[in-house]
């Protein structure tokens, strides 16, 4: 297994861009993706900049993603019975406006907080029915269902490089020439995504069967994400770390000003080497062959962004902040890919639109309480203590999840099987039952 040459361990990575419609997905993607970083570290700039507390930071981030809270019984179902194209036309459309009308505010208007916090809030009621159609996109992209977990963590890549490029954008342009001018650029990067989503050429939609609506019903999702162990434990995780564990993202800009003393260059680094250690998580995840066995090694990632954190929290210093926000960031993105790669890899089909709504639940709906959360406990305690404390609750998360670890693959290993990976999930559930066995 060590001997795969280079060549063949990149064409392994990069497998997904065989197909066309994912090419352009992922180049439309990753345009848009960097202006939505720089869009959002110029909000949170701008908003601090405004006024100087932490708590207002915690309200936008609390804006910006609680409608996938509220909306999640609708925005999962249309996914699984509409067009997700034409889903996702629409969003990006949206999203372009929204972007468009922040640029005009800040560079020809006098902005006020209420008015950025009203903008995050329409921008997360888009995001919300944006999501679960985007996740639920993908699997329409590639024609081999074995490719599907190489999609997901390209995905993941995609995200984290734009993670990587955009926050260091948005530093050198925000110092240079104020905040409107990443919200100008976010608003023209969307037309690649449209150009894209327009140019691929898909088979038609077919048309749901009699009684589906019925069978597409929000609760029957619940229902069956709740049953099904695997999916139940992960998403159960995920909500952990978005409520207590991610919140870290919206103290940022306080944590560069009060802890770092510097100003949205320095922000822009900080952010990028976040970035760094979430790409090369994705990037190790793309390298995989088969998602069989993935979820054994969650809480090890899941631990390692714990504890990135508490590092972080303690450090006075820029080089060892980058190299503990780094750490924490690996950890993070590689639970968070991995968990959807295992979540997408088991999910019936007809049911994916509903519980990836599900999983924009656990990894947004729950954020905005931990971004208010995390901005009334640093208005308290300060940044650093909370930044500690969301590191402690994860390491407590996680060792939750490390007990239910056997009767997460004694579920999974059936639909490995099912799915022709029936060496390895057969050698993972040998290895669950024999953790199991008592002494």
Known sequence: MNDVRPDSRLALMMRAFKYRNYRLFFGGQLISLVGTWMQSVAMSWLVYRMTGSALLLGVTGFAAQVPALFLAPFTGTAADRYDRRRIMLITQTLAMLQAAALALLVLFGHPQVWQIVALAAFNGMVNAFD????????????????????????NSSMFN?????????????????????????????YLAVIAALLAMRLPPARAAAPGAAKRRGFIAGLKYAYGFAPIRYILMMMAIGSLLGMPYAVLMPAYVKEILHGGPKTLGFIMTSSGTGALIGALRLAGRRHPAGLERSLPFFTALFGLGLIAFSFSTSFPVSAICIACASFGMISFMASGNTVIQTLVDEDKRGRVMALHSLAFMGMAP???????????????????????????????????????????????????????????????????????
């Not at 490719?147 to 997901?152: P, T, V």
Request: with cysteine.
């Open 161 to 189: 490089s734009a993670r990587l490029l955009g926050p260091a954008i948005a530093g050198v342009f925000i110092a240079a020439f104020g905040e409107g001018i990443c919200f100008s650029l976010n608003a023209v990067s």
């Open 369 to 439: 309480f931990g971004s208010l959360l995390a901005g009334w406990a640093a208005s308290y305690i300060g940044v650093a203590r909370t930044i500690s404390l969301s590191g402690v609750f994860v390491i407590a998360g996680t060792a939750f999840f490390a007990t239910r670890l056997g009767e997460i693959t004694r579920h999974a290993a059936p639909v490995y099987s099912r799915l022709g990976m029936a060496d390895e999930a057969a050698g993972e559930l040998e290895e669950a039952e024999h953790a199991e066995r008592p002494v």
């Open 131 to 154: 999501m679960p159609a985007r996740q639920s996109f993908v699997i329409q992209l590639v024609e081999k269902r074995e490719d599907l977990a190489n999609a997901i963590a390209l």
